[in-house]
């Protein structure tokens, strides 16, 4: 029998950086030769991915030429708009040459860096052909142009980090390339909003180069533990050695898979954390039109790489086995009145019917993950529903209750009905629009119904609509006491509330002080437990809230700063923890301690709402 894979033990400070400082145990056994055939085999399957993906990128390449040509064709001269489509379309055409003469090449690993440096000159060519349009076609009569123009790079540069992060070489070039002009070109304007603009690319830029460092540094030691453990497999095998030796090298390849979304799920949190507050608060400053338009277009980006991001690491989270359910009685009434409040708004934007037949009925389940079933398949709904509505129902069935969504959407014809629920698989969506998602929500969806033991099915009729069907035990309401129920709901802004944040990221401190300043409260900043006595001493007075990181630098952690202050003003100041990864642990510590945990990253709307009852919930005891 084989022997189960031991438990993952993470330090605190486990970061991506700290995950590819090192080879690794298999790489660092290998002789110096096969050390540097490892590299050159390393980079040659990044390169490899790379032309992999040119595929993907052609299409969404060709689809935003079309879109910047359409958009300025009828405001700037025909013959420059077509001399820039025409080389726009060139380019990609001889991009199609290059793969084909790299599939037929089909190098081997000495020559694969040739082939990296093609591509490199092809992106910086796709980069300047980009960031031209705002040289071009910039037109500060026409706002809306400029708008989408830079929805269009935005998006492009977003993609980019996905598809070619794993070469560095080339993605540098191309982000460099397509965003510096881009902010050249505002600074040359040299308004107070173009400037504001040129600021706000800068930070996105900044933002979109870390998550490409990060992206490809967990490629890399990926590709490098696995060809490391193939040479010593080989080594293995022509020595004789014990075969425990290989169990104990795919464990630790299980463990290091692990240990990459472990750190994922911090690291790369945190420009996203940085941008959404600094968006939040640059929205409050921006009062003309065209400003505010382009920061909630940024605000929307961050949304969207946000979702995405946590879908990817949901789809690890399960399938590592760290998603344990918690069994409980759930009101279906409640667990109903929460997706009303969140999904009427978008399907009223959509213009789509939505409409909930809800009973007052208990069934047994986890109550996160059966919202989350619920969300994934009303969404998947509405993206593919383009006229008519959405309508989610219950109807009772021999010891459960089946939960229904239906839609009047397209429909799903029968063979392709056992495929939906495949990673990355989208019907309807041959363009891969990113606003129709990644194709992960049914496979979440899936996976989710199977750890709960909650059969999904469903019928679908092409042109007609489609239902979802989800059985769910009964279960029984609980008894509960009568108690006051609190009807007050102040929305007083933050003016005269002194509040400490402690975060060791610059970036994020930055960000946070800037939305709390525009709420109208007192800041003060820290990054580690001297800065926050030192800030709360010099005042003379205790902050009337706390917003700690968890997890800060040197070994220090934020509960622990948050318990310093109180014990030094002796009085129990109300405190937030801020987290990139919300372990059971840290959530069960955090309920203990009486801190409220936030995942990053934090949405601001979500922040005030919380700063808000915290600083009710002091008053009210005191």
């Known amino acids: 029998m084989s022997q189960m894979t031991p438990p993952v033990v993470l330090s605190e400070d486990t970061t991506i950086e700290s995950l590819t400082r090192e080879r690794g145990d298999a790489a660092a056994r290998l002789e110096p030769g096969e050390q540097a055939q490892l590299d050159r085999q390393v980079v040659a399957t990044q390169i490899q991915m790379l032309y992999a993906n040119l595929g993907t990128a052609f299409g969404g390449q060709i689809l935003g030429t079309l879109l910047v040509a359409w958009t300025v064709y009828d405001t700037f001269p025909l013959w420059t708009v077509a001399l ?10 001889s991009r199609l040459v290059l793969l084909r003469q790299y599939r037929r090449a089909a190098p081997d690993a000495a020559s694969a860096p040739r082939w990296g440096t093609y591509w490199l000159i092809g992106a910086a060519i796709s980069g300047v052909l980009w960031s031209s349009t705002l040289w071009l076609f910039f037109s500060p009569e026409a706002p809306e142009q400029q708008i989408v123009l830079m929805s269009l790079l935005v998006s492009v540069c977003g993609v980019a980090a996905a598809l070619t992060s794993m070469h560095l070489p080339s993605y540098y070039t191309f982000l460099g390339a397509t965003l510096l002009p881009v902010i050249a070109r505002y600074i040359w304007e040299g308004s107070r909003h173009d400037l504001l603009v040129a600021f706000i690319v800068s930070v996105l830029m900044i933002a979109l180069w870390r998550v490409g460092k990060n992206f490809n540094a967990l490629i890399e030691r990926a590709l490098r533990s696995r060809y490391a453990n193939e040479v010593l497999s080989r080594r293995l095998e022509s020595q004789n050695v014990e075969l425990s030796e290989a169990r104990d090298r795919a464990d630790q390849a299980s463990r290091a898979k692990s240990q990459f979304f472990a750190a994922a799920s911090h690291d790369l949190r945190q420009p996203l954390h940085a941008m959404g507050l600094f968006a939040a608060a640059l929205s409050a400053k921006a009062h003309e039109p065209e400003v505010a338009n382009l920061v909630t277009s940024i605000s929307s980006s961050v949304e969207a790489l946000e979702g995405l991001f946590n879908e990817l690491l949901d789809i690890s989270k399960i399938d590592a086995g760290k998603v344990k359910p918690e069994i409980t009685d759930v009101s279906v009434s409640a667990l109903f009145d929460r997706l009303r409040m969140d999904f009427e708004p978008e399907a009223f934007d959509r213009g789509l019917a939505f409409r909930i037949r809800s009973r007052a009925a208990w069934v047994r389940s986890d109550p996160v993950l059966l919202e989350r079933i619920l969300r994934n398949l009303i969404s998947n709904a509405m993206r593919y529903t383009p006229a008519g509505g959405v309508l989610v129902s219950t109807r009772v069935r021999r010891n459960g209750l089946r939960f229904e969504v239906w839609d009047t959407g397209m429909g799903i014809a029968a063979d392709d009905q056992s495929r939906i629920f495949e990673e990355f698989v989208q019907l309807a969506n041959a363009e891969r629009d990113r606003r129709k998602g990644l194709g992960l929500g049914l496979s979440i969806v899936q996976r989710l119904s199977a750890l709960l033991s909650h059969p999904v099915s469903l019928a679908s009729r092409p042109g007609r609509g489609t239902v979802f069907r989800i059985d769910v035990p009964m279960g029984r309401a609980p008894v509960v006491r009568a108690t006051a129920v609190r009807t007050e709901r102040s929305q007083a802004d933050l003016g005269g509330r002194c509040i400490l944040v402690i975060d060791d990221e610059a970036s994020i401190v930055n960000g946070m002080a800037a939305l709390l300043g525009s709420w109208g409260a007192q ?13 709360v001493t010099e005042r003379g007075a205790p902050p009337d809230l706390i917003i700690a990181d968890y997890q800060l630098r040197d070994g220090e952690v934020g509960p622990d700063v948050v318990a310093a202050v109180r014990r030094h003003f002796g009085v129990d100041i109300p405190a937030i923890l801020v987290t990139g990864s919300a372990t059971p642990e ?14 990053k990253p934090v949405m601001p709307a979500k922040l005030r709402t919380l700063i808000q009852f915290k600083l009710k919930e002091q008053v009210a005891s005191a």
């Open 84 to 93: 820039w489509f025409v080389l726009s379309m060139a380019n990609q055409v």
């Open 523 to 535: 800041t003060l900043i820290a990054s580690k437990h001297e800065e926050a006595m030192n800030s």
């Open 586 to 599: 840290r959530l069960e510590e955090a309920k203990d301690l009486g801190h409220h945990l936030l995942l």
